[in-house]
């Protein structure tokens, strides 16, 4: 099955990136942002309110993958 949102750990920060449209809408609608906080297609979250964002999505029942290999992907890596 595919993931609906791709999680990278990064350290301090982890970035979110939603795969699926259905999980694209629910953080246009459902996470408040600052337009800074976009990373790419990527929402980049400090580490400490990433389990919590974790908890949500799996809570409104999407797929989440946390990517096991080290260091975060760039911008242009992730927008393919």
């Known amino acids: 099955m ?6 990278f750990d990064c350290g301090t920060v982890v970035l ?9 809408r629910w953080f246009q609608a459902d996470v408040a942002v600052e337009p800074w906080q976009w990373y790419g297609p990527c929402l980049a979250v400090n580490h400490r309110q990433a389990g ?6 799996d809570r409104a029942g ?3 993958e946390v990517e096991q290999e080290p260091g975060c992907p760039a911008p ?3 927008a393919a």
């Open 16 to 24: 979110f990136r939603p795969v699926s449209r259905e999980a694209r």
């Open 62 to 64: 999407f797929i989440v």
């Open 76 to 78: 242009a890596q992730e």
């Open 52 to 57: 919590g964002l974790v908890q949500e999505l």
């Open 2 to 7: 595919r993931p609906d949102v791709r999680v």
